[in-house]
């Protein structure tokens, strides 16, 4: 369980020539960086009396090279959805961890996701119940967008957002054992 919750506050354009790959990569180093930047500013960068250990994470979709990010509007929203319709693509989550020590590890999972070709019905009617709102590519895979896509391969997790075999397996290295952890609470 996180002992505190803290938004990062970058920017998160893409780069010229920078691949999606690499944007998440980037995304989520820069955003693990920021954090640890705040926590070091309180009394001796600790957190209840031990060295904090910063996780921070990022997502991509991508068709080709082109990236999706989150949505502003409905509109783009409905424009990402048709892009994604009937075909396949991929989502990148980048994830960093930097221990108590300062050492940060980081790494990208891909993901391949399949859309059915959408209805004009079912793609108005996933928009009108806006679960597009905030998430990169304009879709959760977790929510009604399940019913949309007949193909995965990969992590389920790192479409939901986070990538969790591997995100354990860098707090591991980072000194913490999510399983023992998971007991103590």
């Known amino acids: ?6 938004a ?21 180093i820069a ?5 640890r930047g705040v926590l070091m500013a309180e009394p001796d960068g600790r957190l209840h009396g031990r060295e904090a250990v910063v996780l921070a994470a990022d997502t991509v979709v991508a068709v080709g090279i082109r990236a999706l990010g989150k949505p502003s509007d409905i509109a783009e929203a409905r424009r990402f959805l048709d892009l994604l319709s009937g075909r396949r693509h991929r989502v990148y989550g980048g ?11 980081a790494r990208v999972v891909m993901t391949q996701v399949g859309f059915k070709r959408l209805s004009l019905s079912e793609r108005e009617t996933y928009l009108a119940r806006g679960e597009w709102q905030g998430k990169a590519g304009g879709y959760a895979i977790q929510g009604l967008a399940a019913a949309l896509i007949p193909f995965i391969a990969g992590s389920y997790s790192n479409v939901v957002g986070l990538p969790l075999v591997e995100t354990a397996s860098l707090l591991a290295a980072s000194g913490i054992d999510v399983f023992n952890a998971a007991g103590d609470a």
């Open 1 to 6: 369980m996180p002992d505190l919750v803290q």
């Open 8 to 28: 990062a506050d970058i920017d998160e354009s893409r780069r010229r020539d920078e691949s999606p790959r690499e944007l998440a990569l980037r995304l989520a």
């Open 31 to 35: 955003k693990a960086e920021a954090a």
């Open 95 to 105: 994830v960093c961890v930097i221990d108590g020590a300062g050492k940060a590890r």
